[in-house]
């Protein structure tokens, strides 16, 4: 069956602009996560969605980011007014509630902030 | 809290000879033990992973991870590398039951398959 699927795949932007990544976990998957990876601070945890719970944001590094998750499928990871730093690749996963099955990866998104 | 160290952030072997990949973790009750490959320009692959029953899991593409419980360890293994196996492997951990639901990664080998 097909994996989680993200888009774009690249995006390049101005400093200041919004963004929004996309993510499409895998068909069945409750649970979904975002994570970001870049150099020198590895794969960081973003937020964490599983059904209608509520999210545990706990990893947004600033209230620049938001993400949303729309009838428990798709979610979209907002950045707003972009700084360089925010220049990452954007990975997004998804899993059963018990993770026991795994954690699936998508390609990723990779944001440049010119 | 939960932490993952990887030891050895670069790894070089030969084509042919045993791949060993270190991965300690620190947690209160042991966690569910992943260990992902990503090569040049690509997501995160799953590899394998230990969450109950038998210690000793095998992945894909030949490799395999023990779960020691007294040496808090989760290394990998492949008997044989490949040229193909070059490549970032991250170990990570997630808490059991409803201790959280992250993933915890490591900072990463590289792993080098010479000739």
């Known amino acids: 069956g097909a994996g989680v699927s993200q888009s774009p795949s690249n995006k390049v932007t101005e400093k200041g602009k919004d963004v929004e990544l996309r993510c499409d976990p895998i068909s069945g998957h409750t649970a979904l996560y975002w994570y970001r990876q870049s150099l020198g601070q590895g794969l960081e945890f973003l937020i964490y969605?599983?059904?209608?719970?509520?999210?545990?944001k706990s990893g947004l590094p600033s209230d620049r980011f938001s993400a949303e998750r729309t009838g428990g499928s798709v979610s979209t990871l907002t950045i707003q007014r972009t700084q360089q730093e925010d220049s990452a690749v954007y990975l997004c996963?998804?899993?059963?509630?018990?993770?026991?099955?795994?954690?699936?990866f998508g390609p990723g998104t990779r944001l440049t902030v010119l | 809290a939960q932490s993952v160290t990887q030891l050895g952030s670069h790894v070089s072997v030969s084509e042919g000879a045993l791949v060993l990949l270190r991965c300690n973790y620190s947690?209160?009750?042991?966690?569910?033990l992943f260990w992902y490959v990503q090569y040049p320009n690509q997501g995160l692959q799953l590899l394998l992973k230990?969450?109950?029953?038998?210690?000793l899991v095998k992945g894909i593409n030949g490799f395999e991870a023990e779960f020691k419980k007294s040496e808090t360890s989760f290394h990998l293994t492949k008997p044989s590398a490949h040229m193909s196996d070059a490549a970032e492997y991250f170990c990570?951990?997630?808490?059991?039951?409803?201790?959280?639901?992250?993933?915890?990664f490591g900072t990463g080998t590289q792993l080098k398959v010479e000739l």
């Open positions: 996963a998804s899993s059963l509630p018990n993770r026991e099955g795994g954690i699936f």
């Open positions: 947690s209160s009750v042991p966690p569910y």
């Open positions: 230990y969450t109950t029953g038998a210690t």
């Open positions: 990570a951990v997630s808490p059991r039951g409803g201790g959280g639901n992250k993933l915890t």
């Open positions: 969605f599983q059904g209608n719970s509520a999210p545990d």
